[in-house]
């Protein structure tokens, strides 16, 4: 039984102009202990499809499809009932720490508040709460419970928030753009410790991020999502090996070298959910596109090795 299974997934954001589908049909899994990143730019509608994952997702919005996690069908179970689903379940590391931690709460009290509210006792949970901090690097020998978040760095409150989900034990972690506000080195360790992490716990994980080299380092797969759709997934060596879709291509030639230099910039822009065009989405912007592709939208076609690529006119031998 996958830990993670998502099909045919649909979200719309309520408009006055009408619904706007930020999720078009979106397909993917995690088994368990395993790890997938999802890879796009800002707008494909990552961050949602997290927030949709946990039930978060804006209030009034339509979701359709499936998300079963652990077997158990998420799609319209209710809040009281998701809730449960968190924290042991699922649980987030969200983007930006200092927003996401409770300014007038000690970070120690914070680590134990999901322990507390699933029957711990004080005294027990204060102590879960220590443990989670210390296998994060933050040992409260040195790093005290009672600190407030303003007094630790922006990595260390990042650790904060991840020690925050380990002490609720969870079967899924989901790590949103986990280090966008930390310089190279915090990011790096931030990264490494999520993977260490997952990897020890027997977590599976979901990492979100706009950069292909994270997920090449970080995941056993990947999945590009481009305006809601997923356009290229599989093993993360066998999507780096061909780069087949030319979406995937351009994220890889976005990238700022190891030098300093620039990368190349994708040129023109993602559609906007409210205008998707027709077809490929990715369309306008792609040297290959033609009438079929601006008139139909690609199926996500798999080969035997699991990559699977929503391209008419992929990258590879001969082509």
Known sequence: MSLLEVRGLRLDLPAPSGAIR?????????????????????????????????????????????IRLLGRECVGIGDRAMRRMRGGGIAMVFQEPQGALNPVMTIGR?????????????????????????????????????????????????????????????????????TTALDATVQAGVLALLRDLAEGEGMGLLLVTHDLAVAAAMTERVAVL??????????????????????????AAARPGLDGGGGVPIGGRMPSPRNVPPGCPFAPRCPRADDRCRAEMPPLAAGADGHAVACFHPHGRGT
């Open 22 to 66: 930020v999720l078009r049909g979106v397909d993917l899994s995690i088994e368990p202990g395993g790890s997938l990143a999802v890879v796009g730019e800002s707008g494909a509608g990552k961050s949602m499809l997290a927030l949709t994952l946990l039930g978060l997702q804006p209030e009034g919005a339509d979701v359709r499809g499936s």
């Open 110 to 178: 914070q680590v134990a508040e999901g322990p507390r509210r699933r029957g711990l006792g004080r005294g027990a949970a204060r102590a879960l709460a220590g443990e989670a901090l210390a296998r994060v690097g933050l040992d409260p020998a040195r790093y005290p419970l009672d600190l407030y978040p303003h007094q630790l760095s922006g990595g260390q409150r990042q650790r904060v928030m991840i020690a925050l989900c380990l002490a609720m034990r969870p079967k899924l972690l989901v790590a949103d753009e986990p």
């Open 226 to 251: 481009y305006a809601g759709h997923i356009v290229e997934t599989g093993p993360t060596a066998a999507v780096f090996a061909r780069l087949a879709h030319p979406y995937t291509r351009a994220l």
